[in-house]
């Protein structure tokens, strides 16, 4: 049937569309007003919101040889570790970061703004959901870092800044202590051993815990079967409820309903395929902004019935290939240009290692990401060392005519 996939598709639910025998009406919540968004954080937002289409999508197509492994990501903990990194890169590896990240038409100074103005949204968003981000810089103590990268990051980021001994066992722990602390335990490591070559991690924690705005009563909890991907049946227990205080939809096949937690800030949004012979991994595939934005439009409270199941589950995944494929390649190869960070220059992206865990029941949502990029050194040297077979070519600068032009392949002073 179907492979679980992100919060809304990580979450199966069975919609029956008639007539309720049990209904109870609750006032819709509160919804706090904030203050406006920017129109740089808009387009923060709108970029982010593809970001996460295309990150999930490819996510997805890592895991087809495993039609029932359930998939969970955070793209907004990835994209802010990536947008600390991105004021490291210079030239085309910046470039592509930018590109990846959706930001092609903001300036610097417009992305690292919105970073500061939507963390500090969501941080104090709801008094009722614990929702906590924190950012860290970790480098080798040898590591010449530029100050101005650690300011920035500090500035917009509230970046804590580490140096240690990255050939002590110690180092590990301490990385891990601090994912561990802030992902309240969730989350107990995300470095295993660190690489002769690693010089910086740029590490990004979230995590959130959030009560439904409406609960659901676990004495009406049950076991039901679950169809799997690959055409087997799983047993697990489905929570129950049937009210007109919840918004759903129905939009170009897909079914919807969406949960609020606390004073309705934060939602979840589960989707599921009206047809059962369509795959949750179609929906995915063809999802976009343009789609969401009609999802959401299309939510509509009405009395209907629901059975979600409950779960609980841990997801970890290399994000190197999927953000490959997505644009920003240049920054794992060494022809990577990080002279934000070191003006020596020769440093690449290593890996973007994210884990995450959730849990869903009668009460609500908890939930933690933690998303690593290793910085490593390369073997090119500097950028611009032509230490290897290159081109010269003689010009007229006025016309262009070219005078002149070898391969230098053995450079030779007789």
């Not at 897909?254 to 012979?277: S, T």
Request: hydrophobic share 40%; net charge negative; charged share 20%.
């Amino acid at each position: 049937m179907q492979k679980l996939g992100f919060i809304f598709a990580a979450i199966v639910l069975s919609l029956v569309l008639s007539g309720c025998s049990e209904q109870k009406s609750v006032d819709k919540p509160p919804v706090n007003e904030p203050g406006p968004v920017t129109a740089a954080e808009a387009k923060l937002v709108e970029a982010g919101n593809d970001f996460t289409w295309n990150l999930l999508r490819e996510v997805v197509a890592l895991e087809t040889p495993n039609p029932n492994k359930n998939v969970f990501i955070s793209p907004l903990s990835a994209s802010i570790a990536l947008g600390m990194t991105y004021n490291g890169a210079r030239g085309e590896t910046q470039t592509a970061i930018q590109g990846t990240l959706g930001f092609a038409e903001l300036t610097s100074q417009q992305i690292n703004e919105s970073y500061r103005g939507l963390i500090d949204r969501f941080s104090g968003l709801d008094s009722n959901v614990k929702f906590q981000i924190a950012n860290s810089i970790w480098h080798a103590n040898w590591f010449q870092v530029e100050p101005q990268f650690l300011d920035v990051n500090r500035t917009y980021f509230d970046a804590v800044v580490s140096a240690l001994d990255f050939k002590s066992p110690q180092a590990v722990v301490t990385i891990n202590d601090w994912v561990k602390d802030k992902t309240n335990g969730k989350i107990e490591k995300i470095v295993d051993a660190i690489p002769d070559d690693a010089v910086m991690y740029l590490i990004n924690a979230l995590y959130f815990k959030g009560s439904w705005t409406y609960q659901f009563d676990p004495s009406k909890t049950k076991p039901m079967n679950f169809n799997c991907a690959d055409g087997t049946t799983h047993s697990c227990n489905f929570m129950y409820t049937n009210t007109d205080s919840l918004r759903f939809m129905m939009k170009n096949g897909v079914l919807g309903v969406e949960l609020p937690y606390g004073n309705g800030d934060y939602r979840l949004l589960a989707a599921i395929p009206a047809d059962p012979q369509t795959s949750i991994d179609e929906v995915i595939d063809g999802l976009d902004q343009a789609k969401w934005s009609d999802w959401l439009s299309a939510l509509v409270q009405q009395n209907e019935e629901l059975w979600l199941p409950k779960f609980k589950f841990a997801y970890d995944t290399k994000l190197n290939v999927p953000l490959t494929t997505l644009g920003m390649g240049v920054a794992f190869t060494d022809f990577a240009d990080f002279r934000g960070i070191n003006r020596e220059g020769n440093l690449a992206i290593s890996e973007v290692i994210q884990k995450t865990f959730v849990q869903l029941d009668e009460v609500g949502t908890e939930a933690a990401a933690v998303t690593s990029v290793g910085i490593r050194t390369t073997s090119i040297g500097p950028s611009y060392a032509f230490n290897r077979p290159f081109l010269i070519v003689i010009y007229d600068h006025s016309s262009s005519a070219v005078l002149f032009a070898g391969k230098i392949v053995k450079p030779e002073f007789n």
